[in-house]
């Protein structure tokens, strides 16, 4: 594991007690909607064999916020999952998951040496953590391997903006100037909050993203941005 993986994951074990805390506060509930929208195009969109035993792994799933949204929209749809596994290298951001949803299965791994078998599962989301993953071309070849043929990888990432608009740039001054402040007073570390906005500017446009992916055979079949392009939903099938 490189040096800057290691800072990564050491970070989030020092805010896993306020994480949720904080998410809520600084999205104002916002991120609900995206999670929900990613669930429910899913739903609606796998084939009737996958729907009959549906197997979900949540990579990057920290305290377990999207696992959460795919049990609560499953039944709201009125589907069984027959199984459901959260992945995260964080210890602490575990152990808070563990707590919210103590039937869940959950394995303390990097998105880039998933323990888990060749294509055996029919969905791979990975809700605002794959900016956080250092060698990104390697997960991608994980979500890959562990996807069955047709399956779905669902991405929602804070993506880059090209050219900008003014509400875009209203919402990069919200980035990067209040939600550290914010995200600072309530989990008492600034530096992990101001890393967010670091990370968003050191990181891909959803157009280079999704190249990216289609080099290493996913087709995108949606996708969908948010609040003034901040967030972005990605839904790739597996070929």
Known sequence: MSQKQQEIISMFDNIADSYDLANRVMSCGVDIAWRKKACNFVFKNLNTKSLENLCIVDVACGTGDMINHWLKNANSNHLQIQKIVGIDPSKNMLEVAKKKLPNITFIQSEATKLPLENQSFDVLSIAYGIRNVVERKK?????????????????????KCENPSFM??????????ILPFIGGIISKNYKAY??????????LTAKKLILELEELGFSPVYTKSFSANVCTLLIFKKN
Do not use: C, H, Q
Request: hydrophobic share 40%; net charge negative; proline share 2%.
């Open 139 to 159: 997960a991608f070849e994980e979500f890959s391997r562990v996807l069955k043929k047709e399956g779905l990888l669902v991405i929602l990432e804070f993506t």
């Open 168 to 177: 875009e740039k209203l919402m990069g001054f919200y980035t990067k100037n």
């Open 194 to 203: 101001k890393y967010l906005p670091d990370s968003i500017e050191e990181f």
